[in-house]
């Protein structure tokens, strides 16, 4: 979004699929620095789709064309790079590694039927890489793992397989394990399934002293693909002592990894280019298509007949929007997902979007014009005459297309609940430079809302702050650049927090106006009684005038008065709270009195009750729940100590992983999401929610 590189529209992708079968929708998932955009790059110059592999180094990959992502050396957004391999269209999606952009993340789950999970050979899998695993298995996606960098100067293969096992599970398995040559480096591959090396020289068989050091790894594999492919007829046949021929097995390895219980293994360098035709060869034979892919529910767009859909390229048209981008020459650009039906160009169709008004997209139901199909590679446009089921596809000029908005048909309009999001804990106010740049920071926020659903924007009716609540810092900082690549010349101030105030201790409130000017004058006097309240109890009037010392039509007014004045504050923007106010007498003009004087005595009553009461501030406090792994513990509760947090339960979670509830003051929390990732190595999330507002120190509030 809001590249300086502006998308180029045209050339040709190619025939598109027509049939599901023949298509497979990976997404790339691990951390930063693990090389997935290195070994995207692998994988398009050896299916041809480009010329050659570009540099993360230089800004030259295909899927990193941000900016931001080209001067940070990382991924900041999805990205698609579709190739042609053999017959099979690969849909390859990139996403980013960092913790900031897991909403990346989870619209590439959505798009995809398998996850191809990156582990470098030199770092094996820290607590960040579990954390995305978890990701994926939340959403059931079959999962694989490429273990990459083996060229790096500490990689070591085996290590990083027994390390993805320790972390993810038995079911982690190689399919191949590496060859070395004499000086140690790794210049092929020995397959478990086909007992054969794979290197530069071609596919040759192995020798007995290689059969010998892959019969444990192979008799294990075969086992638990049979097993959890749960093919009982074959696993008669293997304890028969029968040799199971490949192509049976690769369709059992299929079955497995589609049920997510078996996540095979496959060692690859991007830059010697080992292991990237067996890694394509993997992605085609052994990952589910989307014919496999148990599609989401589908309701009408109020909500009500839901059903269930097959990726049928005949059937009714159904289609999510998963990504957004607003370019400076085509405009805003849509990637779609067809989970069903085919979309055509020159059709029209209907876009629903339900279920994201808390993150400032309202629920809209519009019928729009697809002009023309596009096959995205990176930032470049390539035209399509049509997109099946199962296929992804991108479209220009859908003016009201949102992340996570529905594309159907017309007649037949449908509804796909949003995937969930993240909630962005880091909030950032932003204002204008000058006025004239009001417009253009106006203009790109709604951009930036409609393309980032992980984004949430809100606009602070106490404190008169536009403020961006974002993921963690490398997300904000993307976001900021994204609204001045957009024309908006912004600042930034610190976040306030909304205070509020209560009495000390109760006291008695005169309120007297009286004026006379000629004409009808102004007459109103009343005496209050106020008196503090406990913590949530609210605003209470009570009425206990006696003898018509205030005529019954101005009791209300008297009411209107003081309430107006709690919501104002006595002091600016700090409303009272918690106050039980009781009018006990007064006076009246027959002719003076008015429902307005009345108002301004109730007012005057409040202030003077006030001054005699004094005033103690009020700050929210959140309850927060932190997930942190253990060896993290100590310094996490030592962080909430230090600002003013007060625990009030821990809890085990899973293994090595513990949950903290504590409340903090909300002014302790706006740098929060930072610091916590910084005390646990990024591992650690956390959820916070209003509690209540509670007394704030004296020394503090003075300085407020």
């Known amino acids: ?34 090389g997935k955009t290195t070994l995207a790059e692998a994988l398009l110059a050896a299916t041809g789709t480009v010329n050659r592999a570009g540099s993360v180094v230089e800004g030259t990959t295909v899927c990193d064309h941000e900016p931001s992502a080209i001067e940070q050396q990382r991924s900041v957004g ?5 190739m042609q391999h053999g017959e099979y269209r690969v849909n390859l999606i990139d996403t980013p590694g960092y913790a900031d952009f897991v909403g990346e993340l989870r619209a590439g789950l959505r798009a995809a039927d398998a996850a191809l999970f990156v582990v470098s050979a030199a770092e094996g899998v820290d607590a960040a890489t579990q954390t995305l695993w978890h990701e994926c298995g939340a959403v059931g996606m079959p999962r694989a793992v490429v273990i990459s960098r083996l060229d790096a100067p500490r990689a070591n293969v085996e290590a990083a397989i027994a390390s993805c096992r320790e972390a993810f599970g038995s079911g982690v398995l190689p399919l191949y394990l590496p060859h070395h040559d004499g000086d140690g480096s790794v210049n092929g591959l020995v397959g478990l399934i086909t007992a054969s090396i794979y290197d530069r020289e071609g596919v040759s068989g192995a020798d007995r002293e290689v059969r010998g050091r892959i019969s444990g790894p192979r008799d294990e594999l075969i086992e638990s693909i049979i097993a959890e492919s749960e093919d009982e007829y074959l696993m008669e046949r293997y304890l028969g002592g029968e040799t199971i021929d490949e ?15 078996l996540y095979p293994v496959m060692p690859v360098c991007a830059v010697t280019g080992v292991g990237i035709p067996e890694l394509l060869d993997g992605i085609i034979r052994g990952f589910p298509s989307p ?29 999510e929007v998963v990504h957004t981008s607003v370019d400076s020459y085509v405009g805003r650009v849509s990637l779609a997902r067809v989970f069903s039906g085919t979309m055509r ?12 008004a808390e993150r400032g997209h309202p629920d809209h139901d519009e019928d729009e014009r697809v002009a023309h199909l596009y096959s995205p590679l990176g930032q470049n446009l390539r035209e399509v005459s049509h997109c099946v089921a199962g296929d992804l596809c991108a479209l220009t000029k859908i003016g009201s297309a949102e992340t996570g908005d529905t594309l159907s048909d017309p007649g037949d309009p449908l509804l796909l609940t949003p995937w969930p999001m993240p909630e962005p804990l880091l909030p950032i106010a932003v204002t204008a430079h000058n006025r004239s740049d009001e417009d253009a920071l106006a203009r790109n926020l709604n951009r930036l809302i409609a393309a980032d659903p992980s984004l949430r924007l809100e606009r602070a009716s106490e404190t008169h702050q536009l403020v961006l609540w974002c993921m963690g810092e490398a997300h904000a900082e993307v976001v900021l650049q994204r609204l001045r690549e957009g024309g908006a010349e912004i600042d930034t101030e610190p976040v306030r927090v909304a205070l509020r105030q209560t009495f000390g201790q109760p006291a008695k409130g005169h309120g007297r106006h009286v004026k006379q000017s000629g004409g009808h004058g102004q007459y109103a006097v009343c005496d209050i ?20 010392a205030i005529p019954r039509q101005f009791i209300p007014s008297v009411e209107k008065g003081v309430r107006h004045q709690i919501e104002r504050g006595i002091e600016e923007g700090q409303p009272l709270v918690d106050l039980r106010i009781t009018l006990v007498d007064g006076k009246a003009h027959s002719v003076d009195s008015s429902d307005a004087a009345f108002q301004t005595a109730g007012a005057l009553a409040l202030k003077a009750a006030a001054e005699q009461a004094g005033l103690v501030t009020l700050e929210p406090l959140d309850e927060i729940e932190v997930h942190i792994p253990d060896e993290h513990l100590g310094a996490v509760l030592g962080d909430l100590s230090g600002r003013r947090g007060k625990v009030v339960g821990t809890e085990p979670e899973d293994s090595g992983w513990t ?11 706006t740098r929060y999401a930072i610091n916590v990732r910084s005390l646990s190595s990024g591992s650690a999330r956390f959820t916070r929610q209003f509690e209540r507002y509670d007394q704030m120190p004296e020394a503090l509030a003075s300085k407020k």
């Open 1 to 34: 979004m809001g590249s300086k590189q502006s998308s180029t529209v045209g050339g040709h992708a190619g025939p598109a699929p027509t049939d599901p079968a023949m298509i497979r929708n990976v997404v790339l998932v691990g951390p930063s620095a693990s």
């Open 78 to 82: 999805l990205a698609v790079a579709p």
């Open 247 to 261: 192509q049976t097995l690769i369709g059992d390895l299929e079955t497995a990894v589609a049920r997510g219980g």
């Open 291 to 319: 014919l496999e892919h148990k599609l989401p529910q589908f309701t009408d767009p109020d909500g009500r007949n839901p059903r269930t859909l097959t990726p049928d390229p005949s059937g009714p048209l159904a289609a």
């Open 345 to 356: 160009p020159e059709r029209p169709v209907h876009v629903s979007g339900h279920g994201m």
């Open 529 to 548: 009684e106020v008196e503090p309240l406990p913590r949530g109890s609210g605003i209470e009037f009570v009425d206990k005038v006696v003898g018509g």
């Open 659 to 669: 949950v903290v509830r504590a409340h903090v003051p909300a002014s302790e929390l």
